[in-house]
């Protein structure tokens, strides 16, 4: 059996690609629910009316449950593997590859294939031999990293909202003064009662409490890691530290793969001149 960082299927990989596939299921649940608020929208626009409206926004809500379930359930996946993968990286706790097996056998083998030809990275900047040190430096620049992109997706979330609230009273004052007809301001206000049900389906007041909890325990875990490494710290304290980080993590909404290679060269850049030797 071959020792587990000679795995040919790289965990750092198979954890992005599960990763990926719970973003793709969440991703597609946010459409679901966009799509059952608009066409709501159409059907009273158009004042149809027929029996199998209800159906089909029924049938898309369940799908778009479905969805999330099953987004809930990879990331779940993920976060087991990465879990491993910041042990071992960090403090050189081996990954047995009878769990590398049992995730793999959850992905197709057309992936499983791909994933064979994967170009494998380095993942952490930190240059020090596994130990407290190394882990603690992987610690700081994965929750640095954390603060920033969940900070960015909280400040997304908050301008989707306000503007869409916003954008609905303001259109509701507009057809309350521009249009004496009772069935335009019935339509109207039905509309904007859409538009606010949409925000309460797709949770954004959730999701950005949870974006902005993980940006604030990132922010504060960064800080302590920090003062760590000029300490002399048992392994046990810095278990307990990435522990708190990998609880944080797990509690939080996914963030979008567009806003990590959005930020990725910047953030590098800032890393490798600022950060890394402080």
Known sequence: MAKPTESAHAPRIV???IYNEAKLF?????????????LGIVFVLSAFSGVMVPWILAIIAIVA????????ILKGRAEQLTRRIEFFDGLGWTISNAD?????TKISSRKRKALLSA?????FASSSSVGSKRALENLQESAWWSKDLAGIMLTVCAAVTVCATLGS????????????????LENASRIIAAVLSLIVSLGLVRIMSGYFVFSRRSEQIERVAA?????TVSELEVVKLLHDYQIARASAPLIPDWIWKFRRDTLNELWTQYRKDQ
């Open 227 to 231: 003062g760590l490494l000029n300490e």
């Open 169 to 184: 009273l303001f259109s509701l004052g507009i057809a309350v003064t521009a249009t004496k007809s009772i069935a335009t």
């Open 15 to 17: 954890a992005k690609t």
């Open 119 to 123: 170009v494998k990275e380095n993942y």
């Open 65 to 72: 449950e479905c969805c999330h379930w099953r987004s809930e």
């Open 100 to 104: 590398l097996a049992d995730l793999l």
């Open 26 to 38: 969440w991703s597609f649940s946010l459409f679901l629910k966009v799509l059952a608020a608009a």
